[in-house]
């Protein structure tokens, strides 16, 4: 099937910005974030090519806010990315659908709840990739979700296979796009 003229815009100009997330991974976001009739919450946005794609798709479709949770500082390479973020989201037009949790994705939870009576629609697993810290974030988050869990660098890298895999071990149905698997949540009803 083609794709439609509006997701390969979309897909088109973020393929530059920096980001481990490639061309069917992102392929995916998009029509989650589209499809969502509910916020979306990115744990981990780095300088937000995922982001600005979720918040593209976003726009095309439902016009959910996009929240941003990350601390800009834990990407391991000693930089806060936060002003390269704010540029990115701002060069690419997104600016306004955008919301930013700027800190730690455990207490930014809190946070979250205060600020966003809704449930969340796509929550989109991309920060801490350490096992307890994946575990942390889906424990803590899951609970705010009615529709799609998405989480990024699955076999990659040892903290998401292991959560990913015991989930599966559960009886979760993963629908996987290279290293992308999404999950349906809650499981049941
Ligand atoms: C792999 S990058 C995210 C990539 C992004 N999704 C993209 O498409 O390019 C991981 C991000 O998670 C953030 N991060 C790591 N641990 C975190 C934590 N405990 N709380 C909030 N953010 C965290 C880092 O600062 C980094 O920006």
């Keep these: 099937m083609q794709m439609d003229d509006k997701k390969k815009h979309w897909l088109d100009i973020t393929h530059k910005i920096f980001s ?12 989650l974030a589209k499809e969502s009739v509910l916020p979306i919450v990115e744990i981990g946005s780095y300088v937000g090519k995922s982001s600005i794609i979720m918040a593209g798709a976003s726009m095309e479709g439902n016009k959910m806010p996009v929240y941003c949770v990350d601390t800009w ?3 391991g390479d000693g930089i806060d990315h936060f002003p390269e973020f704010k540029k990115n989201i701002k060069h690419y037009g997104v600016e306004d659908k955008i919301k930013v949790f700027r800190g730690n ?61 015991s989930l599966m ?9 290279n290293s992308l698997a999404v999950i349906k949540w809650p499981q049941k009803g």
Excluded at 169 to 177: R, V
């Design 20 to 31: 481990a997330v490639r061309f069917n991974e992102s392929s995916k976001l998009y029509d």
């Design 73 to 75: 500082m834990d990407n």
């Design 105 to 165: 994705s455990a207490k930014m939870s809190f946070d979250f709840k205060l600020n966003c009576k809704d449930k969340i629609g796509l929550l989109f697993i991309d920060g801490d990739h350490s096992y307890e810290g994946v575990r942390r974030d889906f424990i803590t988050w899951s609970r705010m979700v009615n529709g799609f869990i998405a989480f990024h660098d699955y076999i990659s890298c040892d903290g998401m296979t292991k959560l990913i895999d």
């Design 169 to 177: 071990a559960n009886g979760a149905d993963i629908d996987l796009t």
